[in-house]
C-alpha cells in the first residue's frame, strides 16, 4: 500500500474515532455547542498530528465539520461551522508545527518536555478556545455574555483532553517493546486496577456529590501507577479518573462544578507526567552509570598497570588485576591495608605527576616501581586513585644495555688506539728512516776527519742508535695494540643485529628514520663477537649521520645479513646523499673523513678488524639516493696468525 | 757488471733523497722514482741491478708494481722495503718472488748486503742469458746439412756412423764437421755439445 493511501486509512479512522469520542464526550454543553468541560477528542487530534505530520490537520477540519453534523445536529449555520473547524484544524496544525520544529521528545521522558507540552498545550488551548468563542459570537450564535464562560470551559476541556489522552497515544507505538515486562507484572497491573478502581467508587461512584471531599485519595493510585510505569502510567491512570469522573459523577453536578472538578483533575494529570518525567530521567541517568561502570571495570581488568584506589586515610579501598600481580597479593588481601606497606617511600600529601620508587612485594621483594597519583574528590567517597607500573624488567634491560655499551666502548677505545698506533707508526717511520739514512751519510762523509777528532763518528753512530730505538718503540707499540688478540666463538648474528639496532633505536625514532633489518642466517657464525659487533655499530652510527642530512620523509637504514657459502654476508643500505666523490679513493684510509666533527678512523678500524679475521669491508654502491656498505666474513674466522 | 743500478721507487721524498745519498756514498749507482708508475714509463729492457721499493705509496702499490714486472717479464730482483710491517703483504709479496722484504727504518749494512746480492743475481742472470744469446746466434748460421751433422754428434754418434745415417761419405761429414766447428768458435767436441745446450736454453 501506498503512503498516500495509508495516510488516507489513518485519516479515516482518525476521523470516526474522533466523532466516536466527542460524541461520547458530549455533556454538559454549553448552549448545546461543542463546549464541554472534556475534549478527548482535542487530545486525539494532537496526538494524530504529532504523530503522522501537521498536513494532516486538514482531517481534523473534516472531523470537526462532521462531528457537528453528526453528533450535534447542525446547531450553527454552514459558515459558522466551517470557520469554527477552520480554528481547531489550523490551531492544532500550527502547535503540532512548531513541537515537530522544536524537536520534542515524543515519549516525554523528561521534564523539558513535559513542560513545554503542558504549557504549549494550555497556551494552545486557550488561543484555540478564544477564536472558537469569537467566531460564534461573530456569527451571533454565542451571546457576548457568555464569552469568558465559553472560553473557560471549552479551554479546561482541550487541554485535559490533551493531557490526559496525547502522552498515552504517543506512547502506543512503544507498547510492543513494553509487552514482556507488562506480561511479567500482570499481579501489579491487576492490584493497580483493583485500588484505582476502589478510589474511583469511592471518590465519584459511591454516591452523591457530597463525596467529592475525598478526591485527593485520587493521588495515590496515581502516584504509584506512575512509579511503576512512567508517563505513559500517569496518561492511562487519569485517563480512567477522566472517564470515571465523566461517567460517575459529572452527570449529578452542575457544569460550574464539573468545571471545578476539571482545574483539579488537570493539576492532578500535570503533577503526575511530571513525576514520570522525571523517573524516566532517573532511570536514563542510572543505565548511563552502569555502562560507564562497566566501562571502567573492563578497563581496570584490562590495563596493563596496577590501578588502586585508597580512602583519605591511605588504606586501600581497591586493586585491579594488574595490582594483584604487581604486589603479589590477592585483591582481598590489600583492600583495608595501608598502601604505605606496599609503598613506604610514597606520602599520600598531594597528587603525584610520575615518579620513580621502590616498592615491597607481598613476598618481601623489593622492586623499582613508576607511580602516578591523583586525589579523586568525589564528595561521597575522597580518597587517591594510585597508577604503579612494574619497572624491574625495564632496568634489568637499561642495565643490560649499559653493561655491552660499556664493553663495547672499551673495545672500541682499544681499536682506535691501535689503528691510532698503527697510522703512526707508519707515519713516523718514514722520516725516521730519512734520519737513520741521513746520519749513515754523514758517518761516511765525516770518515776522512775522524783523525781529527774521534767523538766525530762516535756521535753520529749515538745518534742513529736513539733514532733506531724511537723506531722500535714505535713498532712496540704497534705491535701491543695489534695483538689485541681476536676471541673467535659462535655469534648469534640475529641477536647481535638485534642489539645493535636497539643501542640505536632511540637515536632513529628521534631522527624518524625508518629502521628496518633482514635476517637470513642458515649457519652458525664463528667469529670475534664484539668486533664485529664495533664493524656494525660503527657502520649503523654512519648511516644514521648519512640519512640526517636529507629529508625526514626519506630516512631510511636497511641493515641485511645473510649466508652465502662459507661467507657471511651483512649489508648496511642508507638512503643519504651517498659517499662524496672528494673521499671516496682513500673512503678506508685513517683520517680520512666528510664528517666535520669525524676523525675518520670508523672505517679504517673496521676494516682492520674484519681483515684481522679474514673478512673485508667494501663500499658496494654509492650514488646520490645513498651508499651501502658490505661486510664479508668467512662463517667460520680464523684466528689471526702470530705477526 | 759497473753499469748495475739500484732503482728507488719510494713516495717520500727524504726517504728518497736520504737513501739515495747513502747508496751513492756507498759507491752504488741509484737512480730515484717517487711513482711505480714513474719507473714502469721510464723503464728501457736494458736495465739491470734491481728494484728498491716502498710497499705504501699512493695509486700503484709495491704489490701492484710487483705484478706489473712479473706481467711485462721485466726480470729485476725487487727488494721491498715497508714502514708497516704488514705480514699479510709480505707473504704475499714474497709468494710473488720478491727477493727479500726490509722493514723501515732499515740498517744499512743489511740493506746494502741484500741489494749487493740481489744486484749479483741480475748479472749473473744477464751473463747467462748473454751467452745464451751468442750461442743462439752462432747456431743459427749453420746449414742445415752442418746442424744435422751437429745434432748427431751431440747425440753421441761416431763420424764413420753419422755418414752412414746422412748416407754420405766420411770425408764430406769431415769437411761439414770442421766447417761447423769454425762457425761455432769452438776447439773440441765437448765445446760443441756444451754451446749447442746452452743454445738450447736459450731457445726455450
Same mark, same amino acid.
Given at each position: 500500500?501506498?503512503?498516500?493511501?495509508?495516510?488516507?486509512?489513518?485519516?479515516?479512522?482518525?476521523?470516526?474515532?474522533?466523532?466516536?469520542?466527542?460524541?461520547?464526550?458530549?455533556?454538559?454543553?454549553?448552549?448545546?455547542?461543542?463546549?464541554?468541560?472534556?475534549?478527548?477528542?482535542?487530545?486525539?487530534?494532537?496526538?494524530?498530528?504529532?504523530? *503522522?505530520?501537521?498536513?494532516?490537520?486538514?482531517?481534523?477540519?473534516?472531523?470537526?465539520?462532521?462531528?457537528?453534523?453528526?453528533?450535534?445536529?447542525?446547531?450553527?449555520?454552514?459558515?459558522?461551522?466551517?470557520?469554527?473547524?477552520?480554528?481547531?484544524?489550523?490551531?492544532?496544525?500550527?502547535?503540532?508545527?512548531?513541537?515537530?520544529?522544536?524537536?520534542?521528545?515524543?515519549?516525554?521522558?523528561?521534564?523539558?518536555?513535559?513542560?513545554?507540552?503542558?504549557?504549549?498545550?494550555?497556551?494552545?488551548?486557550?488561543?484555540?478556545?478564544?477564536?472558537?468563542?469569537?467566531?460564534?459570537?461573530?456569527?451571533?450564535?454565542?451571546?457576548?455574555?457568555?464569552?469568558?464562560?465559553?472560553?473557560?470551559?471549552?479551554?479546561?476541556?482541550?487541554?485535559?483532553?490533551?493531557?490526559?489522552?496525547?502522552?498515552?497515544?504517543?506512547?502506543?507505538?512503544?507498547?510492543?517493546?513494553?509487552?514482556?515486562?507488562?506480561?511479567?507484572?500482570?499481579?501489579?497491573?491487576?492490584?493497580?486496577?483493583?485500588?484505582?478502581?476502589?478510589?474511583?467508587?469511592?471518590?465519584?461512584?459511591?454516591?452523591?456529590?457530597?463525596?467529592?471531599?475525598?478526591?485527593?485519595?485520587?493521588?495515590?493510585?496515581?502516584?504509584?501507577?506512575?512509579?511503576?510505569?512512567?508517563?505513559?502510567?500517569?496518561?492511562?491512570?487519569?485517563?480512567?479518573?477522566?472517564?470515571?469522573?465523566?461517567?460517575?459523577?459529572?452527570?449529578?453536578?452542575?457544569?460550574?462544578?464539573?468545571?471545578?472538578?476539571?482545574?483539579?483533575?488537570?493539576?492532578?494529570?500535570?503533577?503526575?507526567?511530571?513525576?514520570?518525567?522525571?523517573?524516566?530521567?532517573?532511570?536514563?541517568?542510572?543505565?548511563?552509570?552502569?555502562?560507564?561502570?562497566?566501562?571502567?571495570?573492563?578497563?581496570?581488568?584490562?590495563?596493563?598497570?596496577?590501578?588502586?584506589?585508597?580512602?583519605?586515610?591511605?588504606?586501600?579501598?581497591?586493586?585491579?588485576?594488574?595490582?594483584?600481580?604487581?604486589?603479589?597479593?590477592?585483591?582481598?588481601?590489600? *583492600?583495608?591495608?595501608?598502601?604505605?606497606?606496599?609503598?613506604?617511600?610514597?606520602?599520600?600529601?598531594?597528587?603525584?605527576?610520575?615518579?620513580?620508587?621502590?616498592?615491597?612485594?607481598?613476598?618481601?621483594?623489593?622492586?623499582?616501581?613508576?607511580?602516578?597519583?591523583?586525589?579523586?574528590?568525589?564528595?561521597?567517597?575522597?580518597?587517591?586513585?594510585?597508577?604503579?607500573?612494574?619497572?624491574?624488567?625495564?632496568?634489568?634491560?637499561?642495565?643490560?644495555?649499559?653493561?655491552?655499551?660499556?664493553?663495547?666502548?672499551?673495545?672500541?677505545?682499544?681499536?682506535?688506539?691501535?689503528?691510532?698506533?698503527?697510522?703512526?707508526?707508519?707515519?713516523?717511520?718514514?722520516?725516521?728512516?730519512?734520519?737513520?739514512?741521513?746520519?749513515?751519510?754523514?758517518?761516511?762523509?765525516?770518515?776522512?776527519?775522524?783523525?781529527?777528532?774521534?767523538?766525530?763518528?762516535?756521535?753520529?753512530?749515538?745518534?742513529?742508535?736513539?733514532?733506531?730505538?724511537?723506531?722500535?718503540?714505535?713498532?712496540?707499540?704497534?705491535?701491543?695494540?695489534?695483538?689485541?688478540?681476536?676471541?673467535?666463538?659462535?655469534?648469534?648474528?640475529?641477536?647481535?643485529?638485534?642489539?645493535?639496532?636497539?643501542?640505536?633505536?632511540?637515536?632513529?625514532?628521534?631522527?624518524?628514520?625508518?629502521?628496518?633489518?633482514?635476517?637470513?642466517?642458515?649457519?652458525?657464525?664463528?667469529?670475534?663477537?664484539?668486533?664485529?659487533?664495533?664493524?656494525?655499530?660503527?657502520?649503523?652510527?654512519?648511516?644514521?649521520?648519512?640519512?640526517?642530512?636529507?629529508?625526514?620523509?626519506?630516512?631510511?637504514?636497511?641493515?641485511?645479513?645473510?649466508?652465502?657459502?662459507?661467507?657471511?654476508?651483512?649489508?648496511?643500505?642508507?638512503?643519504?646523499?651517498?659517499?662524496?666523490?672528494?673521499?671516496?679513493?682513500?673512503?678506508?684510509?685513517?683520517?680520512?673523513?666528510?664528517?666535520?666533527?669525524?676523525?675518520?678512523?670508523?672505517?679504517?678500524?673496521?676494516?682492520?678488524?674484519?681483515?684481522?679475521?679474514?673478512?673485508?669491508?667494501?663500499?658496494?654502491?654509492?650514488?646520490?639516493?645513498?651508499?651501502?656498505?658490505?661486510?664479508?666474513?668467512?662463517?667460520?674466522?680464523?684466528?689471526?696468525?702470530?705477526? | 757488471?759497473?753499469?748495475?743500478?739500484?732503482?728507488?721507487?719510494?713516495?717520500?721524498?727524504?726517504?728518497?733523497?736520504?737513501?739515495?745519498?747513502?747508496?751513492?756514498?756507498?759507491?752504488?749507482?741509484?737512480?730515484?722514482?717517487?711513482?711505480?708508475?714513474?719507473?714502469?714509463?721510464?723503464?728501457?729492457?736494458?736495465?739491470?741491478?734491481?728494484?728498491?721499493?716502498?710497499?705504501?705509496?699512493?695509486?700503484?702499490?709495491?704489490?701492484?708494481?710487483?705484478?706489473?714486472?712479473?706481467?711485462?717479464?721485466?726480470?729485476?730482483?725487487?727488494?721491498?722495503?715497508?714502514?708497516?710491517?704488514?705480514?699479510?703483504?709480505?707473504?704475499?709479496?714474497?709468494?710473488?718472488?720478491?727477493?727479500?722484504?726490509?722493514?723501515?727504518?732499515?740498517?744499512?749494512?743489511?740493506?746494502?748486503?741484500?741489494?749487493?746480492?740481489?744486484?749479483?743475481?741480475?748479472?749473473?742472470? *744477464?751473463?747467462?742469458?748473454?751467452?745464451?744469446?751468442?750461442?743462439?746466434?752462432?747456431?743459427?748460421?749453420?746449414?742445415?746439412?752442418?746442424?744435422?751433422?751437429?745434432?748427431?754428434?751431440?747425440?753421441?754418434?761416431?763420424?764413420?756412423?753419422?755418414?752412414?745415417?746422412?748416407?754420405?761419405?766420411?770425408?764430406?761429414?769431415?769437411?761439414?764437421?770442421?766447417?761447423?766447428?769454425?762457425?761455432?768458435?769452438?776447439?773440441?767436441?765437448?765445446?760443441?755439445?756444451?754451446?749447442?745446450?746452452?743454445?738450447?736454453?736459450?731457445?726455450?
Amino acid at each position: 500500500m501506498n503512503i498516500a493511501g495509508r495516510n488516507c486509512l489513518l485519516g479515516i479512522g482518525y476521523v470516526a474515532a474522533y466523532i466516536a469520542l466527542d460524541d461520547l464526550s458530549f455533556v454538559q454543553p454549553l448552549l448545546k455547542l461543542g463546549i464541554t468541560p472534556w475534549n478527548p477528542d482535542a487530545g486525539l487530534t494532537l496526538a494524530f498530528l504529532l504523530l *503522522c505530520g501537521w498536513r494532516q490537520a486538514i482531517w481534523t477540519a473534516v472531523a470537526a465539520i462532521l462531528a457537528e453534523l453528526l453528533v450535534r445536529g447542525a446547531p450553527v449555520s454552514l459558515p459558522a461551522l466551517l470557520c469554527s473547524s477552520a480554528v481547531i484544524a489550523i490551531g492544532y496544525g500550527a502547535f503540532a508545527f512548531v513541537l515537530s520544529k522544536h524537536g520534542l521528545d515524543l515519549l516525554l521522558a523528561s521534564r523539558r518536555a513535559v513542560l513545554e507540552f503542558g504549557l504549549g498545550s494550555a497556551v494552545t488551548a486557550f488561543v484555540i478556545a478564544s477564536a472558537y468563542a469569537a467566531t460564534l459570537i461573530v456569527f451571533g450564535v454565542l451571546p457576548v455574555a457568555l464569552t469568558s464562560h465559553a472560553i473557560a470551559r471549552n479551554w479546561i476541556g482541550d487541554t485535559n483532553g490533551i493531557l490526559t489522552l496525547t502522552p498515552l497515544l504517543l506512547a502506543a507505538p512503544a507498547v510492543k517493546r513494553a509487552w514482556p515486562a507488562l506480561r511479567a507484572h500482570r499481579g501489579l497491573i491487576a492490584s493497580q486496577a483493583l485500588v484505582l478502581a476502589a478510589s474511583l467508587w469511592l471518590v465519584f461512584w459511591r454516591g452523591p456529590a457530597a463525596h467529592v471531599s475525598f478526591i485527593y485519595v485520587l493521588f495515590a493510585p496515581v502516584v504509584w501507577i506512575t512509579l511503576a510505569w512512567g508517563v505513559p502510567g500517569a496518561s492511562l491512570a487519569t485517563l480512567l479518573i477522566q472517564i470515571g469522573f465523566m461517567t460517575g459523577l459529572a452527570p449529578q453536578l452542575s457544569a460550574a462544578s464539573t468545571i471545578e472538578i476539571q482545574y483539579f483533575l488537570v493539576t492532578l494529570v500535570f503533577t503526575a507526567l511530571l513525576l514520570g518525567a522525571v523517573l524516566a530521567e532517573r532511570a536514563d541517568a542510572l543505565d548511563r552509570m552502569r555502562i560507564s561502570e562497566a566501562e571502567q571495570r573492563a578497563l581496570l581488568t584490562t590495563a596493563p598497570d596496577a590501578v588502586l584506589t585508597t580512602n583519605l586515610a591511605g588504606q586501600i579501598t581497591s586493586a585491579n588485576i594488574a595490582a594483584e600481580r604487581l604486589l603479589r597479593a590477592s585483591s582481598s588481601e590489600m *583492600c583495608g591495608t595501608p598502601l604505605a606497606g606496599w609503598l613506604p617511600e610514597l606520602f599520600l600529601i598531594q597528587p603525584v605527576a610520575r615518579r620513580r620508587l621502590n616498592g615491597t612485594r607481598a613476598n618481601g621483594e623489593r622492586f623499582p616501581v613508576e607511580i602516578a597519583c591523583v586525589l579523586l574528590d568525589a564528595p561521597a567517597r575522597p580518597g587517591y586513585l594510585l597508577i604503579a607500573r612494574d619497572m624491574s624488567e625495564y632496568e634489568h634491560a637499561q642495565a643490560q644495555l649499559r653493561e655491552r655499551e660499556t664493553a663495547l666502548a672499551s673495545a672500541m677505545r682499544f681499536a682506535l688506539a691501535g689503528e691510532l698506533s698503527t697510522a703512526l707508526t707508519h707515519e713516523l717511520n718514514q722520516p725516521m728512516t730519512a734520519i737513520v739514512s741521513y746520519l749513515k751519510a754523514v758517518e761516511i762523509l765525516a770518515a776522512p776527519f775522524d783523525s781529527r777528532d774521534p767523538r766525530l763518528t762516535e756521535t753520529v753512530h749515538k745518534a742513529t742508535r736513539e733514532a733506531l730505538r724511537a723506531a722500535d718503540i714505535l713498532k712496540r707499540l704497534r705491535d701491543f695494540y695489534r695483538a689485541g688478540a681476536v676471541h673467535v666463538a659462535a655469534v648469534d648474528v640475529e641477536k647481535l643485529i638485534a642489539d645493535v639496532a636497539c643501542s640505536f633505536a632511540d637515536r632513529a625514532e628521534r631522527l624518524g628514520v625508518h629502521l628496518t633489518q633482514e635476517i637470513r642466517v642458515t649457519q652458525e657464525i664463528a667469529a670475534d663477537r664484539v668486533q664485529l659487533q664495533m664493524v656494525l655499530y660503527n657502520l649503523m652510527a654512519n648511516a644514521l649521520d648519512a640519512v640526517a642530512e636529507v629529508a625526514t620523509e626519506g630516512r631510511r637504514v636497511h641493515m641485511r645479513a645473510v649466508t652465502d657459502g662459507d661467507q657471511l654476508r651483512v649489508t648496511l643500505e642508507d638512503s643519504g646523499r651517498g659517499v662524496p666523490s672528494d673521499v671516496l679513493k682513500q673512503l678506508f684510509e685513517p683520517f680520512v673523513t666528510s664528517k666535520t666533527d669525524g676523525m675518520g678512523l670508523g672505517l679504517a678500524i673496521s676494516r682492520s678488524l674484519l681483515r684481522s679475521q679474514g673478512g673485508e669491508l667494501r663500499l658496494d654502491i654509492s650514488s646520490a639516493a645513498g651508499a651501502r656498505f658490505l661486510v664479508e666474513l668467512p662463517v667460520s674466522a680464523r684466528e689471526r696468525p702470530a705477526a | 757488471m759497473n753499469d748495475a743500478t739500484v732503482f728507488l721507487v719510494d713516495d717520500d721524498a727524504s726517504v728518497r733523497d736520504s737513501l739515495g745519498l747513502v747508496l751513492s756514498l756507498k759507491g752504488m749507482r741509484t737512480q730515484l722514482f717517487a711513482t711505480a708508475e714513474a719507473f714502469l714509463e721510464t723503464h728501457r729492457p736494458d736495465w739491470h741491478g734491481c728494484v728498491l721499493t716502498d710497499l705504501q705509496m699512493p695509486g700503484m702499490s709495491g704489490l701492484d708494481l710487483q705484478r706489473e714486472l712479473l706481467q711485462r717479464s721485466i726480470a729485476l730482483p725487487l727488494v721491498v722495503l715497508t714502514a708497516h710491517g704488514d705480514v699479510a703483504a709480505t707473504r704475499l709479496a714474497m709468494k710473488n718472488g720478491a727477493f727479500d722484504f726490509l722493514e723501515k727504518p732499515v740498517d744499512d749494512e743489511v740493506l746494502l748486503d741484500v741489494l749487493q746480492s740481489a744486484i749479483r743475481e741480475d748479472t749473473l742472470r *744477464c751473463e747467462r742469458h748473454r751467452s745464451e744469446h751468442a750461442a743462439r746466434s752462432r747456431l743459427d748460421r749453420l746449414t742445415p746439412r752442418e746442424r744435422d751433422v751437429l745434432g748427431l754428434l751431440v747425440g753421441g754418434l761416431s763420424q764413420r756412423d753419422i755418414a752412414a745415417r746422412l748416407k754420405i761419405s766420411p770425408r764430406t761429414v769431415e769437411v761439414y764437421k770442421a766447417r761447423m766447428m769454425e762457425k761455432l768458435q769452438c776447439r773440441s767436441v765437448a765445446e760443441v755439445v756444451r754451446t749447442a745446450l746452452s743454445a738450447e736454453g736459450a731457445a726455450r
